[in-house]
């Protein structure tokens, strides 16, 4: 398929949350909510903030948790992971929140972990998607005008 006839809705590489400092990280100074069934760890901060000179490429970063304690088969798994990034991957509200870091210069990275023990369907996964891209979007939003008022 041509370049310009591909779908830009693409869950990069560069999206991914795979560097074992930054997955510490965010587990250390990240804060949590919960939306059915996941468990939603994010950490939102400058993109100078991150220990080093060198800005941050991607502005957000996506980890995806699933237990091998609660889903004992790779496949089970492997198809739950494609479903969350399936669903982030064609969510609107990613968009806004692209656009909000983006004009902020902000850097934001989210990890979801898997709570239920019963493999979700795409709808479920498509609605907690929608409740939790909403969700940090009022979190970067008020991120972003509490660091106005320092300046």
């Known amino acids: 398929m041509p370049k310009n006839l591909?779908?830009?809705?693409v869950f990069k590489k560069s999206e991914r949350l795979y560097l074992r400092s930054q997955?510490?990280?965010?587990?250390?100074?990240?804060?949590?909510?919960?939306?059915?069934?996941?468990?939603?760890?994010?950490l939102i901060h400058s993109d100078n903030k991150n220990g080093?000179?060198?800005?941050?490429?991607p502005s957000i970063e996506l980890l995806i948790s699933v237990s091998k304690?609660?889903?004992?088969?790779?496949?089970?798994?492997?198809?739950?992971k494609r479903l969350i990034r399936e669903s982030y991957r064609r969510h609107?509200?990613?968009?806004?929140?692209?656009k909000e870091i983006n004009t902020s210069s902000l850097h934001l990275s989210?990890?979801?972990?898997?709570?239920?023990q019963?493999?979700?369907?795409?709808?479920e996964v498509d609605l907690a998607m929608d409740k939790i891209l909403r969700h940090l979007l009022k979190a970067v939003e008020k991120y972003t005008s509490k660091e106005g008022k320092a300046i």
Not at 23 to 42: H, N, Y
Not at 92 to 98: C, K, P, T
Not at 118 to 123: A, N, Q, R, V, Y
Request: glycine share 4%.
């Open 69 to 80: 304690h609660r889903f004992k088969k790779a496949v089970d798994r492997n198809r739950i």
């Open 118 to 123: 019963s493999l979700p369907t795409f709808s």
């Open 110 to 116: 989210f990890a979801l972990i898997v709570l239920t």
């Open 23 to 42: 997955v510490q990280q965010l587990f250390e100074k990240g804060k949590s909510f919960k939306v059915f069934p996941f468990r939603v760890v994010f």
């Open 52 to 57: 080093k000179d060198a800005p941050l490429s």
């Open 92 to 98: 609107e509200g990613r968009h806004l929140l692209y």
């Open 6 to 9: 591909r779908n830009k809705e």
